[in-house]
């Protein structure tokens, strides 16, 4: 099981809204379990009395939390409706306990016990009921039992005055449990809602950049090779005709498929090299279209260096933005370049770890880097120009990825 500090928000916001839920369950449970024993036993009741019904309470709390189980994960999934074979085990946990609770309290004389605690007795059920209805539904069930409760309390010797009291307490209580528990569902609905739109506009993002690497092929092929079958098919005519011009239309497509292999290599060079100032502005883009905050600390064309730092730099921003929007969780990332003496510095720091980073970052890494392939490749591009590079947790449990290329030191360094 992860820790609290290795979940990712969206888990962190789960987490919490389950155990509310959960305590608000147990919380009743408990105390209703405390009166029923506690009461009983001062009023020396008879042991039935003292057993049974903390048994009951007991056995309705952990049913009830099963159902709760189910009900959240079915309301967070929308058309989910869950069998009978879910719900009616709680139901008759709940109706078992609210029952044994009346006898009690219909025998206050030996047990002490007085109606109001129904509202307990009740919650661990509606607390999941109200999740699985809608609310107009939920709504008129609890009106229901509001009209049952007014018939069944008298039975317990209390006069009007009384029962309207129970049964007004024990409305308010259920009342507020059913709203309390769907507002905190439907803001964790929200929450996933959220992630799930964020994690469509990443893979809008990577689509978009896979259409403008498809449609530079299109434009380059979709012409030329349109000519060369037009020219073979004019010197196919030629040759069969004898003609001279056909060695001439044959040597045309020669050239144009040549000029065509020429421009795709031109074309897949610059999709597989990095440009460090055009990842930077490519990162910005991609990662603010995904929702997330990027800021970009650069000098910009006046930082001058070799073209082959610059490569291995715009690697590293290509790979650590791609992880950012795969792996990670994150809300913020900031990409800084900077000149140190005869060292050029680049960092990339993102708020997104899901569990504690080491060196390799891993996918779990919250945007670091894959402990895999892609760190490995990065290392290697960074070593063939004398640099080095970290991946591992920053300050104020970010993930940082820094990268070290020496260079040599021009003279309006020095």
Known sequence: MKSWSGRSGLAKVDLYTRVTAYMLLWSAVVVLGLMLLIRPIRHEAPLVLVVVAPLLNLANGVLCHRFLHRAMDAYLRPGTVLPPREVLPAAAAGAATAGAVLVEAATADLTGLLPGMLGAALVPFLAGHCLIHPGRTTALHQALLAGVLLALVPLTG????????????????????????????????????????????????????????????????????????????????????????????????????????????????????????????????????????????????????????????????????????????????????????????????????????????????????????????????????????????????TFLVTARIPVPRTGADR
């Not at 897949?268 to 990842?279: N, P, S, T």
């Not at 290509?318 to 680049?346: P, S």
């Open 158 to 397: 209390r006069d009007m005055t009384q029962t309207l009291t129970t049964v007004t307490s024990v409305a308010f209580i259920t009342g507020w449990l059913a709203v309390t528990v769907r507002l905190s569902l439907w803001v964790l609905g929200v929450v996933f809602e959220l992630r799930e739109a964020r994690d469509v506009q990443a893979r809008l993002a990577v689509a978009e950049e896979r259409l403008r690497f498809g449609r530079d092929l299109h434009d380059i092929l979709g012409r030329n090779l349109s000519v060369i079958a037009l020219k073979s098919e004019l010197a196919v005519q030629l040759a069969r005709r004898e003609r001279p011009e056909a060695v001439d239309q044959m040597i045309e497509v020669q050239r144009i498929a040549q000029e065509s292999q020429r421009e795709v290599r031109d074309v897949v060079r610059g999709y597989r090299e990095a440009d460090l100032r055009v990842e930077l502005e490519g990162a910005r883009g991609v990662l603010g279209a995904a929702g997330i905050d990027c800021a970009v600390d650069s000098p910009g064309p006046g930082l001058d260096l070799p073209d082959e730092v610059r490569s291995a730099l715009g690697w590293v921003v290509r790979e650590t933005t791609t992880n950012v929007l795969r792996h990670g969780d994150a809300r913020r990332c900031a990409i800084a370049v900077r000149k140190e003496e005869d060292t050029v510095l680049l960092t990339v720091e993102n708020d997104g770890v899901r569990t504690g980073a080491g060196d390799g970052g891993g996918g779990a890494g919250g945007g670091g880097l894959g402990a895999g392939t892609g760190l490995i490749g990065l290392r290697e591009r960074l070593a063939a120009v004398g640099g080095t590079l970290e991946a591992g947790p920053g300050d104020g449990g």
